[in-house]
């Protein structure tokens, strides 16, 4: 009768994909510094100016072709050795996916799907090499990109909810927890189950929070070493 593996429950945001080369949002020179993020990323500037909304997500679309997973995405992957690993990302990047993690829940969405304009739960897989207009369609549907804008629901949030519900250990790797609901689902922990947050510039977090104050790299490594010691000390 093998042991069962405990739940390992990461969320995670742009600051994982960072030392990728993928510039966060909120950090200096972040995206929002050099896009108003109402214009670009909102449901409201997608209805005035979807031409311009189609540029946007094309031209992250084509960066992904450009990056790589970097260690931190990997030692989330060799953590599936030990552990039932859950990822719950805030990013619309597949460097999970692409470094081996085998569960991947996307909250905002994921730039290589594209939906259709008359069927939201139409989704078609495209490439970093696709480039996409307002007439653009597949199958003959008008498409969009699969991004939950601002103003718009976060229907992964509920399944979200759950898997944190259900966390033996829970980590944040790399997020502002600016932005709701993704940031609320700290609160959905048990009592007594530890939690890690990985990032060089925290926010603030509620006591008992356990704040490796690295990068995510070096602090998925340390995080890494701590894992395994308690699990040689069951
Ligand atoms: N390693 C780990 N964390 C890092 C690194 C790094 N190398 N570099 C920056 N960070 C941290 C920053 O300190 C910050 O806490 O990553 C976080 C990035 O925060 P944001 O830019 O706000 O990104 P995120 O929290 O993912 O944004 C949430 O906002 O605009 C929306 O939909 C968008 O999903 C995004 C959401």
Redesign the pocket.
């Known amino acids: 009768m093998t042991d069962k593996k405990l739940k390992l429950v990461v969320s995670t945001?742009?600051?994982?994909s960072?030392?990728s080369g993928i510039s966060?949002?909120?950090?200096a020179d972040?995206l929002?510094e050099n896009y108003d993020?109402m214009e670009v990323?909102s449901h409201d500037g997608f209805e005035r100016n979807p031409a311009l909304i189609h540029e946007f997500y094309n031209a992250r679309r084509a960066a992904l072709a450009t990056v790589e997973p970097n260690n931190a995405h990997i030692l989330l992957k060799k953590l599936e050795e030990f552990f039932d690993v859950y990822v719950i990302t805030?990013?619309v990047d597949d460097l999970h996916e692409r470094a081996g993690s085998s569960k991947v829940l996307h909250l905002?969405g994921e730039l290589l799907k594209m939906r259709a304009m008359d069927d939201e739960n139409l989704v078609f897989q495209v490439t970093p090499q696709t480039v996409t207009t307002p007439q653009t369609r597949i199958d003959g549907h008008l498409v969009r990109p699969h991004i939950v804008f601002f103003q718009e629901a976060v229907p992964n949030i509920e399944p979200a909810m759950e898997l944190v519900e259900q966390a033996d250990v829970f980590v944040i790797?790399?997020?502002?927890?600016?932005?709701y609901p993704?940031a609320g689902l700290l609160h959905y922990v048990r009592s007594g189950i530890p939690v890690y947050y990985?990032?060089?510039?925290?926010?603030a977090v509620p006591r008992g929070v356990t704040v490796i104050r690295k990068?995510?790299t070096e602090?998925m490594e340390e995080l890494y070493r701590i894992l395994l010691k308690n699990m040689a000390g069951k």
């Open positions: 945001g742009a600051g994982i960072a030392e966060t949002f909120r950090d972040g929002w993020v990323a805030q990013n905002h790797v790399g997020t502002s927890l600016a932005v993704a990985i990032d060089p510039r925290p926010s990068n995510a602090g």
